[in-house]
């Protein structure tokens, strides 16, 4: 069972008897598997809908186990497998009914003659205009603005890769604190810098005529962007004197 449904909050003292958990002890047991992920976040994932956590009388959130749980379902469905919110919470709702359904298929697949075949379902690797605007909370203007920086970019048909949603939450999020959209433009520079040095080095293997190196190359990417993403975190808190977390 992935979740257990919200019951009528009780006294902070019940709630502390029953095992229930605050959003901050959430985020520190989420925080291994999950280094960026915020509060913000896991507000953000309860108004989409994806947890239901128990309210305290002085309104505070109070977490289950299985609220954790699915959290972390929702996080690894995000991240290993670019899947939308709308798509992850189908799934998760579909297994909790007890109905046995695979992981929807994402994007294209290819054959091993490399050539691209539509796989069945959505192409739920991308989001629409209204879908970004609606996840991250924004209006069409901000939008705007943050593609006149270089932020975020359409694609070919208008829509958007995945992870848009989360850029914009991150610019949204970092613009709490008076960091505007233009002040990014460094940072965008700085992604595409690293971007452009592990295409370099996984260049090769995408060229390759086997089919399972093509797919190495893939695995090789997700390995080094995640590397790059942790030497720069590194590189970032070392240069403002802080500890990583």
């Known amino acids: 069972m992935l979740h257990t449904p919200s019951g009528g909050a009780g006294s902070g003292t019940a709630a502390r008897d029953s095992g229930l958990m605050s959003i901050g002890a959430v985020l520190s047991a989420l925080h291994d598997e999950f280094p960026e992920v915020t509060i913000s976040k896991i507000r953000f994932l309860e108004a989409e809908g994806l947890v239901e956590p ?3 009388p002085s309104g505070y959130r109070k977490f289950s186990a299985g609220d954790v749980e699915r959290l972390g379902h929702v996080l690894r469905m995000q991240r290993d497998h670019y899947l939308p919110l709308k798509v992850i919470r189908e799934h998760l709702d579909a297994m ?35 879908e970004l605007l609606a996840a991250a909370d924004i209006d069409e203007g901000e939008l705007k603005e943050w593609e006149s920086y270089g932020l975020l970019a359409p694609l070919e048909d208008g829509a958007y890769e995945a992870e848009a949603v989360t850029v914009a939450a991150l610019v949204a999020e970092l613009g709490r604190f008076g960091i505007e959209p233009r002040h990014l433009r460094v940072m965008k520079a700085a992604a595409d810098r690293e971007a452009g ?3 370099q080095v996984v260049a090769p293997l995408r060229r390759h005529r086997n089919p399972q190196t093509r797919a190495h190359a893939e695995a090789r990417t997700k390995e080094l962007a995640a590397l790059t993403v942790r030497l720069h975190a590194a590189l970032v808190h ?6 990583l977390p």
């Open 54 to 56: 128990q309210r305290a």
């Open 96 to 130: 909790e009914r007890g109905e046995a359904v695979p992981l929807p298929l994402v994007g294209r697949q290819r054959t091993g003659d490399d050539v691209p075949v539509r796989t069945e379902g959505p192409t739920v690797a991308r989001v629409g205009r209204a």
């Open 197 to 199: 040095l592990v295409d």
């Open 238 to 243: 070392t240069a403002l004197g802080v500890r």
